[in-house]
């Protein structure tokens, strides 16, 4: 795509996302809040990431061998886009996220491996689906985090591994333009199940995409940050006994805002921040013999996981009884 075609992409995501916001807000289609909710702003407009399939359809036309994960992205975004309206039943939801992770994996010729490696891959890549839908929460998290990676990706197809693929500066515009709307104290919109799915579904097929070029399981941690709150959360959770299906506030980036009362810019921010150094570590890394990638990888997830513990120590027991216990609803 060239610079006027990315400039005409510009404008068009910015009028689209105002004209959205403007008819959302005339027909009161707003955040609903519940015990997952981090905010108290009853006209927070929902689903205003849906723009980040948009800018993902318009590369897409640039490049037809994307034609599964067009496929798979735009079954994602239309059940996505209707549960935001309506509440659709689980089961649904699930089985469209199987068959769009499915599409994607085929699409790279990894369904043809042996089977318990397609299953695997399958339940990793509809986790990473629904981790990424927490993020929204979050003022800033979506906007910061998808930021961080995709400009990773971007550069990494670009310059280190040779690809000339207009999906991520596209969508690298996208989420410029969502920023502007919901990295603020008092967000305009969040991205509702549409927008965090998709991109969730876009960084997937990125990760993918690296790790099939460069012959290495490095490109994994470019989401490092997010992926080990949210695991280690999960693990948490089983250990205090909880329903690790229904909604919760007990992500490690919700207890600082809602239990310590961090600003969620910050929260934010320092999340994107930690990945950055990390993405920057990887991509020297990229270029070293094998033992010492996975060195690196054993070095980055143990100061993960020693970090997380160590922040739940000290935010100490009392959590519990604070955060995400409420009798929950359905989303």
């Known amino acids: 795509m060239s610079l006027t ?76 886009f209707g549960d935001d309206w309506v509440d659709l039943p689980k089961r649904y939801r699930l089985a469209v996220q199987l068959l769009a992770v499915g599409l994607m994996l085929g699409q790279q010729g990894l369904l043809a491996s ?79 199940d549409v927008g965090s799915v998709s991109m969730g579904f876009i960084v997937l097929y990125g990760i993918v995409d690296c790790v099939s070029r460069s012959h290495s399981w490095l490109p994994v941690l470019f989401i490092a940050v997010y992926g080990m709150d949210s695991g280690l959360t999960i693990l948490y959770r089983l250990y205090l006994g909880q329903n690790i299906v229904q909604p919760h506030r007990m992500h490690l980036y919700q207890v600082l805002v809602s239990s310590r009362r961090w600003s969620h810019l910050h929260v934010s921010a320092l999340y994107a921040c930690v990945q950055l150094f990390i993405n920057g570590l990887i991509i020297v890394m990229l270029t070293k013999p094998p033992m010492t990638q996975l060195l690196m990888f054993c070095v980055v997830v143990g100061c993960l996981s020693a970090g997380y513990v160590l922040a739940r120590i000290q935010l100490g027991n009392g959590t519990k009884k604070r955060v995400g216990f409420e009798k929950p609803t359905r989303l």
């Not at 990424?132 to 003022?139: S, T």
């Not at 971007?154 to 969502?178: D, K, R, S, Y």
């Open 5 to 80: 075609g990315y400039f005409l992409l510009t404008i068009a995501l910015v009028l689209i996302e105002w004209l959205y916001v403007r008819l959302a807000r005339r027909y009161a289609f707003f955040e609903k809040l519940n015990e997952r909710s981090m905010h108290q702003h009853p006209t927070t407009v929902r689903a205003g990431g849906f723009i980040f399939y948009l800018a993902a359809l318009a590369a897409v036309w640039q490049h037809d061998t994307l034609f599964y994960f067009c496929l798979g992205l735009t079954s994602l975004a239309l059940v996505c």
């Open 114 to 192: 042996h089977w318990y490696i397609a299953v695997a891959l399958l339940v990793v890549g509809v986790g990473l689906l629904n981790a990424y839908n927490f993020m929204d929460g979050v003022n800033g998290m979506t906007a910061f985090c998808g930021l961080v990676a995709v400009g990773t990706l971007w550069f990494v197809e670009g310059q280190l591994l040779g690809a000339t693929n207009a999906l991520f500066p596209c969508v690298l515009i996208a989420l410029l333009v969502f920023s502007y709307v919901n990295a603020r104290p008092q967000a305009i919109c969040f991205a509702g």
